[in-house]
């Protein structure tokens, strides 16, 4: 099993609150995303980091952000939090160049509701 | 418009039985094919990776195929058991460099029954 962990793991807060999830990896990987994904729905690319300092924005929209401080860690945030914010956030990282054919490695993920 | 369709969409079968999930895709110009198993309420795991020369892997009861050509895929599950109950996502990738872009498909959810 993969080294990449999130926190928490659930989450139900209300709409306005200012949230952090967090995803951190022991693996030394270079690249993080992460990943935003709805029941029966495909992964959806929202945010990817590939080293420290340095984050762009996925494919889908969002209104999260994220920061790259540390290699191991890559957390995303969202200002104030709102209903259609309701999904599974997934956090992944791909190995150092060279590793066979970039496989991503994916955390447990975040189950956020708001209410 | 790259693309990754996956079917059937879900699909129950008896502990013991096989199975084949389908994965077609319009993703050009192709890497790699990457089969992964997500379990309920956990993020998904590499089953298998295929490369445009390869049209065969495998991995314990895990048997998938490539067809370069027609851009198809099956990942065929041999004497099913109640832990193979997941999410099943065929993912492509458009790039070999670091810079490749995945393409993900919804998906096809396995439930093995007793």
């Known amino acids: 099993e993969a080294d990449i962990y999130q926190t928490p793991r659930y989450l139900v807060i209300g709409t306005g609150k200012k949230i952090t999830l967090e995803c951190s990896q022991t693996m030394g990987h270079d690249k993080m995303y992460w990943y935003q994904q709805d029941p029966g729905m495909e992964l959806h690319l929202i945010h990817y980091s590939y080293g420290v300092n340095s984050t762009e924005k996925g494919d889908l929209s969002s209104e999260s952000t994220v920061s790259r401080i540390r290699t191991e860690h890559f957390p995303l945030t969202l200002e104030s939090a709102r209903p259609s914010h309701t999904s599974q956030y997934l956090c992944a990282s791909t190995g150092i160049a060279g590793e066979v054919q970039d496989t991503q490695y994916f955390g447990p993920g975040t189950r956020l509701t708001v209410l | 418009k790259n693309q990754v369709e996956q079917s059937p969409q879900s699909l129950i079968i008896l502990e013991g039985k096989n199975c084949t999930l389908q994965c077609n895709y319009t993703v050009s110009p192709f890497s790699n094919l990457r089969w992964y198993k997500q379990d309920t309420g956990r993020g998904p795991v590499s089953l298998t990776i295929?490369?445009?020369?390869?049209n065969t892997k495998s991995n314990g009861r895990y048997t998938a195929t490539l067809d370069a050509d027609t851009k198809q895929s099956s990942l065929h599950i041999t004497a099913s058991q109640l832990s193979d109950s997941a999410s099943y996502i065929c993912?492509?990738?458009?790039?070999?460099?670091?810079?490749?872009?995945?393409?993900f498909g919804r998906g096809t959810q396995l439930t093995v029954w007793p």
């Open positions: 993912v492509v990738s458009d790039r070999g460099s670091t810079l490749g872009r995945l393409y």
């Open positions: 295929m490369t445009f020369s390869e």
